[in-house]
């Protein structure tokens, strides 16, 4: 079945290290993006991805970052720099210009410890 | 602007009763897309819905249902004889035609609390 996988779904990490949190799709969407999601709070956009070797900053894109080397994979690079790490990070991908909605990945919770 | 508003943070409802989620859309494209999605407490969103902007046809599906009104700019969900496994966050969402990057433009959510 096609889908969106994120690995790991929990993750611990020291302060000052940083941590990659995975995300492959099989669905052959062109387009995928990294949302961070906060305890009662919306989506907010971290990085985007339309093609291959291309990506775009969103709203919260400091202290990330992003690579699509394949079309399958977009993994997110939580760095030392975001001084607020620990959230649930949601990746998805669409086709279609997002006409056709998105397909999520079951998320990754990352605790700073 | 292009903005999705859902103005109720949370609603708490018990079991059996029927409950509205609303959601209001600003877009100027005259052809867009919505979007109900559902968060259970796993934390995956899954699609519910998708509706077009030139189909104002109401949908049911089971006991959820959907009411789209563009004169109200307003795509309401309402589900009906709730039960405890609808205890969730729901997200409607906007896509407009001229859409960079085919991003989604979210609401906040609203945090539905069914009790036995």
Known sequence: DGGITQSPK??????????????????????????????GQGLRLIYYSQIVNDFQKGDIAEGYSVSREKKESFPLTVTSA???????????????QGRWGYTFGSGTRLTVV | AQKV????????????????????YETRDTTYYLFWYKQPPSGELVFLIRRNSFDEQNEISGRYSWNFQKSTSSFNFTITASQVVDSAVYFCALS???????KLIFGQGTELSVKP
């Open chain 1, 10 to 39: 929990y993750l611990f990490r020291k302060e000052g290290q940083n941590v990659t949190l995975s995300c492959e799709q099989n669905l052959n969407h062109d387009a995928m993006y990294w949302y961070r999601q906060d305890p």
């Open chain 1, 82 to 96: 975001q001084k607020n790490p620990t959230a649930f990070y949601l990746c998805a991908s669409s086709t279609g």
């Open chain 2, 5 to 24: 508003t859902q103005a109720q943070t949370e609603i708490s409802v018990v079991e059996k009763e029927d409950v509205t989620l609303d959601c209001v």
């Open chain 2, 96 to 102: 407009p035609w001229y859409n960079q990057g085919g």
